[in-house]
């Protein structure tokens, strides 16, 4: 019964959902910018059909393609043999085997996947048996949906039509007939990158150059590419078009190929792939690498008089040339007998291991033979090196705000990436596109106040300010006892004494009670040095490099075992080149002392007012989920960062484990109950002080896509206010306190996105000489979304590159905030970050809580007999109850503090 009174509750909720309110805010000054929308001006011509396509595909025996000879000639369709195998590229040379020799599919566009939309009717069902696709027949069936009428997309995109309750339905004022929007919108996006999806690189929706390939360490290359979607404007629909960069493999000798890679990693290379050293979780590692990559024999091309597929790539074998023999014409030979027998060629490297090429039956190559083909991106599930991503990430942030926006319009034109005015699809159908960049209406929010001790108040400028002179604006007890701990042979005792003495003079001009008495130790891994630390109040540990392995032993140590707050430094970043510390200290000294004074229990700085909240009575909150990479196993971890003082400074966190990719939060109910109760008690025992009721909740969710709004709403929203009825509750019953019910407002921060606005230098209108724009430009017109209030804000200076605004999405608002109100507020969130003298791009409390999810390993604690490697976790049946049983939570101590700074 209890469940059924929830799920209505919740039903209920998500029917009473607040909708666009129309509202836009006025304060600060008025600005023309440039985005990289482009408007649709003509939406395509006719009636269209929408067809859902299902593939059979029948398999002869596979005497008729493979011999038993592993060196075989092999049929050019080995990459299809499997049917999970390049299942989208087999129905992608289908498709286009249809649009060639039948005239009802000439028109068509067809996602990739399972829709395809037809220019002509092709009936309810239509079965096309026996498409003689890669030698094998296939029988395609196309099954209509729906017609697809674009008439209702400008009255989409004005707001004029109701949402379901779902929203996922269009539903007409007048006749009350159902639609689906989406269907127009993947319609128009299908539109616009079927041409060019063909010819070019793509992955999901991007689509890569391969004319100006810039070549990094490792066997990689980036590529240039332009992301594109359509989506809804106001009042207009729109095509986004940005321009993003993509790794490609280095074209060429798999040999070349592999002696990059195997190098990088400081594998010793050929010696680590010969078949008689190389161990089994070798070979697992380097095939999670190289698994996948489209090859080619050139000793087998021509023969049989065509061209053959590209091979593609299942792994290392374990056998060499030299040791895997097979029958064949020749008799029973080795590989490297057969290479020099039927094709006069003598093998240079024999022992090392053969390739093993993806097929239904075993078939190997040497490595020698093959060549890398050009235009391969790397899988996502391919880990870059560090020193890789930081090469990537390097040329990235080199594309400027002019040369990107020159970029991204030039994509369109004739002959460029996109060319839109060159696609067969969008000719045809009369489907435009305004090739010059949208200007829009923004406005220059006025920077806030911050205050530090004695209600000094900085200066703010292009979003940052100077800290000298001022002191924090509440400094923790004073520590007395502290040490610092040495993991780095570069460091001796005597310049960590120095460092330590030039950081508590910084500390104590910024009124931060550090003891000069502390104490030094030397060891070569952490549990040699932090077993003298245990009474400590504060251990700094100085490391010689990034060892991820050292960090996490000394974060366990102090957030889980200890409660000791721990801060981890690198000796590069402290010291010369030439060795001793470095003359330039001071500024480093002075962010790392903010870190300490937020983790020993201390306040920065605050703020003096906020609009529209009374702060006193005003809870903030942040949330956040974070999922394993793709490809690796581990748990979706999930974060809330909560205000506890009467400032909205002072933040606690809590994290827990869940399912792996999901994105609702579990037992959001409890931790924001939790989060409620530590607030009281911070007001009431920590502080001394009389508890003001709670009369807002404000909440920054971060990490949700569009398509995911109407499931927090029915979710996390629902969970958030009866968490919050729990409270209430469990304080009457506590402290014979009784309260209202607090407003809540529930907004979603979006960082991923691909939206980008643009200041036209010297406010001239060329977008061809733009710069970033400055912090505190916030959009709330013609790019927003019709069915949300939302706005863009841009809140940081950007130090590099082209920089990116926060999305904000007011998903739920009972404050009945304006627009002007809820903008200010973010943008104060911003400048209240508390390692940092500058505004940050996403709200405090929402930062916060993704750095508490990034420690998740830091409470894991496997047992003796765990799995060795990640890949035998397969095994375990139930994943998260095991993740649960090995996750520990933060020390008491340190759990009213902000530790995770």
Same mark, same amino acid.
């Given at each position: 019964?209890?469940?059924t009174?929830v799920?209505?509750?919740?039903?209920?909720?998500?029917?009473?959902?607040?909708?666009?309110s129309?509202?836009t805010?006025? &304060?600060?000054?008025?600005?023309?910018?440039?985005?990289?929308?482009?408007?649709?001006?003509?939406?395509?011509?006719g *009636?269209?059909?929408?067809?859902?396509v299902?593939?059979?595909?029948?398999? /002869?025996?596979?005497?008729?393609?493979?011999?038993?000879?592993?060196?075989?000639?092999?049929?050019?369709?080995n990459?299809?043999a499997?049917p999970? @195998?390049?299942?989208?590229?087999? #129905?992608?040379?289908?498709?286009?085997?249809?649009?060639?020799?039948?005239?009802?599919?000439?028109?068509?566009?067809?996602?990739g996947?399972?829709?395809?939309?037809?220019r002509?009717?092709?009936?309810?069902v239509l079965?096309i048996?026996?498409v003689?696709?890669?030698?094998?027949p296939?029988?395609v069936t196309?099954?209509?949906?729906?017609?697809?009428?674009?008439s209702?997309?400008?009255r989409?995109? #004005?707001?004029q &039509?109701?949402?379901?309750d779902?929203?996922?339905?269009?539903?007409?004022?007048?006749?009350?007939? %159902?639609?689906?929007?989406?269907?127009q919108v993947?319609?128009l996006?299908?539109c616009?990158?079927?041409?060019?999806?063909?010819?070019?690189?793509?992955?999901?929706?991007? =689509?890569?150059?391969?004319?100006?390939?810039?070549?990094?360490?490792g066997?990689?290359?980036?590529?240039?590419?332009?992301?594109?979607?359509?989506?809804?404007?106001?009042?207009?629909?729109?095509?986004?078009?940005?321009?993003t960069?993509?790794?490609?493999?280095?074209?060429?000798?798999?040999f070349?190929?592999?002696k990059?890679?195997l190098?990088?990693?400081?594998?010793?290379?050929?010696?680590?792939?010969?078949?008689?050293?190389?161990?089994?979780d070798?070979?697992?590692?380097?095939?999670?690498?190289?698994?996948g990559?489209k090859v080619?024999?050139?000793? /087998?091309?021509?023969?049989?008089g065509?061209?053959?597929?590209?091979?593609?790539i299942?792994?290392?074998?374990?056998?060499?040339?030299?040791?895997?023999?097979?029958?064949?014409n020749?008799g029973?030979?080795?590989?490297?007998?057969?290479?020099?027998?039927?094709?006069n060629?003598?093998?240079?490297?024999?022992?090392?291991?053969?390739i093993? =090429?993806?097929?239904?039956?075993?078939?190997?190559?040497?490595?020698?033979?093959?060549?890398?083909?050009?235009?391969? +991106?790397?899988?996502?599930?391919?880990?870059?090196?560090?020193?890789q991503?930081?090469?990537?990430?390097?040329?990235?942030?080199e594309?400027?705000?002019?040369?990107?926006?020159?970029s991204?319009?030039?994509?369109?034109?004739? #002959?460029?990436?996109?060319?839109?005015?060159?696609?067969?699809?969008?000719?045809?159908?009369?489907?435009?596109?305004?090739l010059?960049?949208?200007?829009?209406?923004?406005?220059?929010l006025?920077?806030?106040?911050?205050?530090?001790?004695g209600n000094a108040?900085?200066?703010?400028?292009?979003?940052?300010?100077?800290?000298?002179?001022?002191?924090?604006?509440?400094?923790?007890?004073?520590?007395?006892?502290w040490? =610092?701990?040495?993991?780095?042979?570069r460091?001796?005792?005597?310049?960590?004494?120095?460092?330590?003495?030039?950081?508590?003079?910084i500390?104590?001009? $910024?009124?931060?009670?550090?003891n000069?008495?502390?104490?030094?130790?030397?060891?070569? *891994?952490?549990?040699?040095?932090?077993?003298?630390? !245990?009474?400590?109040? @504060?251990?700094?540990?100085i490391?010689?490099?990034?060892?991820?392995?050292?960090?996490?032993?000394i974060?366990?140590?102090?957030?889980i075992?200890?409660g000791?707050?721990?801060?981890?430094?690198?000796?590069?970043?402290?010291?010369?080149?030439?060795?001793?510390?470095?003359?330039?200290?001071?500024?480093?000294?002075?962010n790392?002392?903010?870190?300490?004074?937020?983790?020993?229990?201390?306040i920065?700085?605050?703020?003096?007012?906020?609009?529209?909240?009374?702060?006193?009575?005003?809870?903030?909150?942040?949330?956040?989920?974070?999922h394993?990479?793709?490809?690796a196993?581990?748990?979706?971890?999930?974060?809330?960062?909560?205000?506890?003082?009467?400032a909205?400074?002072?933040?606690?966190?809590?994290?827990?484990?869940?399912?792996?990719?999901?994105? !609702?939060?579990?037992?959001?109910?409890?931790?924001?109950?939790?989060? +409620?109760?530590?607030?009281?008690?911070y007001?009431?025992?920590?502080?001394?002080?009389?508890?003001?009721?709670?009369?807002?909740?404000?909440?920054?969710?971060?990490?949700?896509?569009?398509?995911q709004? &109407?499931?927090?709403?029915?979710?996390?929203v629902?969970?958030?206010?009866?968490?919050?009825?729990a409270?209430?509750?469990?304080?009457?019953?506590?402290?014979?306190?009784? =309260?209202? $019910?607090?407003?809540?407002t529930f907004?979603?921060?979006?960082?991923?996105h691909?939206?980008? $606005?643009?200041?036209?230098?010297?406010h001239?209108? #060329?977008y061809?000489?733009?710069?970033?724009c400055?912090?505190?430009?916030?959009?709330?017109?013609?790019? *927003?979304?019709?069915y949300?209030?939302?706005?863009?804000?841009l809140?940081?200076?950007?130090?590099?590159?082209?920089?990116?605004?926060?999305h904000?999405?007011?998903?739920w608002?009972?404050?009945?905030?304006?627009?002007?109100?809820?903008q200010?507020?973010?943008?104060?969130?911003?400048?209240?970050?508390?390692?940092?003298?500058?505004?940050?791009?996403?709200?405090?409390p929402v930062?916060?809580?993704?750095?508490?999810?990034?420690?998740?390993?830091?409470?894991?604690?496997?047992?003796?007999?765990?799995?060795?490697?990640?890949?035998?976790?397969?095994g375990?049946?139930?994943? +998260?109850?095991?993740?649960?049983?090995?996750?520990?939570?933060? %020390?008491p101590? &340190?759990?009213?503090?902000?530790?995770?700074?």
């Amino acid at each position: 019964m209890a469940t059924t009174d929830v799920s209505l509750r919740r039903a209920a909720l998500l029917k009473n959902r607040p909708m666009r309110s129309g509202k836009t805010g006025t &304060i600060g000054r008025p600005l023309d910018i440039y985005t990289n929308n482009f408007e649709i001006l003509n939406f395509p011509e006719g *009636t269209w059909y929408h067809y859902a396509v299902g593939w059979s595909l029948f398999f /002869l025996s596979l005497a008729l393609f493979f011999t038993r000879n592993p060196l075989s000639d092999i049929s050019a369709e080995n990459d299809s043999a499997n049917p999970q @195998f390049r299942r989208d590229e087999r #129905n992608q040379r289908v498709i286009q085997h249809l649009k060639l020799n039948d005239l009802r599919f000439g028109e068509g566009v067809y996602d990739g996947k399972a829709i395809f939309f037809s220019r002509s009717e092709l009936g309810a069902v239509l079965e096309i048996p026996n498409v003689f696709e890669s030698q094998r027949p296939i029988n395609v069936t196309f099954t209509r949906i729906q017609a697809v009428d674009f008439s209702i997309l400008q009255r989409f995109a #004005n707001g004029q &039509i109701d949402l379901g309750d779902r929203g996922t339905c269009l539903v007409s004022s007048t006749d009350r007939q %159902h639609i689906n929007p989406q269907v127009q919108v993947k319609l128009l996006s299908t539109c616009s990158t079927f041409s060019f999806a063909k010819r070019r690189p793509m992955k999901r929706r991007a =689509i890569y150059s391969t004319a100006h390939l810039r070549p990094i360490r490792g066997g990689l290359q980036v590529a240039d590419g332009f992301i594109q979607s359509v989506r809804p404007g106001s009042p207009r629909m729109v095509v986004n078009v940005n321009y993003t960069s993509g790794v490609t493999w280095q074209p060429g000798a798999l040999f070349d190929l592999l002696k990059e890679i195997l190098r990088m990693r400081n594998w010793n290379f050929p010696r680590m792939l010969e078949a008689d050293t190389i161990r089994g979780d070798q070979i697992r590692e380097i095939n999670k690498l190289i698994k996948g990559i489209k090859v080619m024999a050139p000793h /087998l091309e021509g023969r049989a008089g065509k061209r053959r597929r590209p091979l593609v790539i299942s792994g290392l074998h374990s056998k060499s040339a030299q040791s895997y023999r097979f029958d064949c014409n020749f008799g029973h030979v080795s590989v490297a007998q057969y290479f020099q027998m039927q094709y006069n060629r003598a093998l240079h490297h024999p022992t090392v291991c053969l390739i093993s =090429i993806r097929s239904n039956d075993e078939i190997l190559f040497p490595i020698e033979t093959l060549m890398v083909l050009p235009g391969q +991106l790397v899988a996502k599930s391919v880990k870059l090196l560090p020193s890789q991503a930081a090469e990537v990430q390097k040329i990235a942030q080199e594309m400027k705000p002019s040369p990107r926006l020159r970029s991204i319009t030039e994509s369109l034109r004739s #002959n460029q990436v996109l060319a839109y005015e060159n696609s067969p699809v969008l000719v045809s159908s009369n489907f435009r596109i305004d090739l010059r960049p949208m200007i829009s209406k923004a406005r220059l929010l006025p920077p806030p106040d911050v205050l530090y001790r004695g209600n000094a108040r900085p200066s703010i400028a292009k979003g940052a300010w100077n800290m000298m002179q001022l002191k924090v604006w509440q400094s923790p007890q004073p520590v007395e006892k502290w040490a =610092i701990c040495v993991i780095s042979p570069r460091c001796d005792r005597a310049t960590a004494s120095s460092f330590g003495r030039t950081l508590v003079g910084i500390c104590s001009q $910024m009124g931060i009670p550090l003891n000069p008495n502390f104490q030094v130790f030397e060891g070569p *891994t952490p549990m040699d040095v932090l077993a003298h630390c !245990a009474p400590a109040s @504060f251990v700094l540990c100085i490391l010689n490099g990034p060892e991820t392995s050292h960090k996490e032993a000394i974060k366990k140590w102090g957030d889980i075992q200890h409660g000791i707050p721990t801060q981890v430094i690198l000796w590069d970043k402290i010291s010369e080149r030439g060795g001793g510390l470095s003359r330039r200290l001071d500024q480093y000294c002075r962010n790392l002392a903010l870190k300490i004074n937020a983790k020993l229990g201390g306040i920065n700085c605050i703020p003096p007012s906020m609009p529209g909240i009374v702060l006193n009575s005003t809870i903030i909150m942040g949330l956040d989920v974070s999922h394993p990479s793709p490809g690796a196993l581990g748990p979706s971890v999930a974060a809330l960062a909560s205000s506890v003082d009467p400032a909205c400074s002072f933040y606690i966190g809590q994290s827990q484990v869940q399912q792996p990719r999901q994105e !609702a939060i579990d037992n959001l109910q409890q931790m924001i109950t939790h989060a +409620l109760r530590q607030q009281f008690m911070y007001v009431t025992r920590g502080l001394g002080k009389q508890y003001v009721p709670t009369t807002q909740v404000l909440v920054f969710r971060d990490g949700v896509s569009e398509g995911q709004f &109407i499931d927090i709403i029915e979710f996390e929203v629902a969970q958030v206010k009866e968490g919050i009825t729990a409270w209430l509750a469990e304080l009457k019953k506590n402290a014979n306190i009784t =309260i209202p $019910m607090p407003r809540l407002t529930f907004v979603v921060v979006g960082k991923k996105h691909h939206f980008r $606005m643009f200041e036209p230098r010297d406010h001239q209108p #060329n977008y061809s000489r733009v710069d970033n724009c400055q912090s505190g430009t916030v959009i709330d017109r013609h790019v *927003t979304n019709p069915y949300w209030d939302d706005y863009y804000l841009l809140s940081h200076a950007a130090l590099l590159g082209t920089s990116r605004p926060a999305h904000y999405s007011v998903l739920w608002d009972e404050t009945g905030f304006s627009a002007d109100q809820l903008q200010q507020i973010s943008f104060h969130l911003c400048h209240l970050y508390s390692r940092a003298t500058r505004a940050v791009s996403i709200p405090a409390p929402v930062y916060y809580a993704d750095q508490i999810c990034a420690r998740w390993r830091y409470h894991h604690f496997p047992q003796t007999d765990d799995p060795s490697a990640s890949d035998e976790l397969e095994g375990v049946e139930d994943q +998260l109850a095991w993740y649960r049983s090995r996750w520990r939570p933060v %020390h008491p101590r &340190i759990a009213v503090k902000m530790y995770w700074m």
